[in-house]
């Protein structure tokens, strides 16, 4: 079973329900995640030949082809055509935010999807980049395992400080907490 499907949870065509694509190429979405790789390119490739300028179609076929064989520069170079077509669409930059992390470039991919969830924040292919970064990147303290419960405390925290907006009220809350432990001490 394909990697998105498990990481998706993809449960009878939940997963389009905040897509603006096409029938036909949700149809190809939807053989993807349920694993059949080789039709689901087979499709995309189809609505392609119909359409060459649909954006969605190639985003699907560079994640097809990113995980049926890790050809990723071939799988980017489709992503990257698909952003050119469409750059105010979230499809392109999360096919290259995949690519990028399937292909261990995980700060680039990282970069990637964020981008994407800036131009479609309920795109629900997005979730599968996260849980993808989230399971590649090195635990919080490298001397423990992954799931030791320290690493997934602290690892759920680093998850959560995510925006900049986060991040400014996690180095507020560190600074009153640095505060107060000195008023105590001192």
């Known amino acids: 079973m394909s990697e998105l499907s498990h990481l998706l949870e993809f449960r009878g065509g939940n ?4 897509m603006f694509a096409s029938p036909a190429v949700q149809a190809a979405y939807r053989v993807m995640l349920e694993g059949d790789h080789a ?7 189809r609505i392609i030949d119909d359409n060459p300028r649909d954006h969605e179609a190639l985003a699907g076929l560079a994640v097809c082809t990113a995980e049926d064989g890790g050809r990723f520069l071939t799988a ?5 055509q698909s952003v050119r077509l469409a750059p105010k669409s979230a499809a392109g930059y999360i096919a290259l935010g995949y690519i990028h992390l399937r292909g261990s470039r995980l700060d680039e991919g990282y970069r990637y999807l964020m981008k994407a969830k800036h131009l479609a924040p ?3 292919r997005l979730s599968a980049g996260f849980a993808l970064y989230d399971r590649e990147r090195p635990p919080v303290i490298a001397d423990l395992s992954r799931l030791h ?3 997934r405390a602290l690892g759920g925290v680093r998850a959560g400080l995510r925006s900049p907006a986060q ?3 996690g180095l507020a809350c560190l600074a009153v907490t640095v505060y107060m432990a000195s008023t105590f001490i001192g």
């Open 167 to 169: 991040r400014a009220m």
């Open 76 to 80: 980017e170079k489709l992503a990257q």
């Open 122 to 124: 309920r795109d629900p």
């Open 149 to 151: 419960p320290v690493n």
């Open 39 to 45: 039709e689901a390119e087979t499709r995309f490739r």
């Open 15 to 18: 997963f389009t329900v905040e």
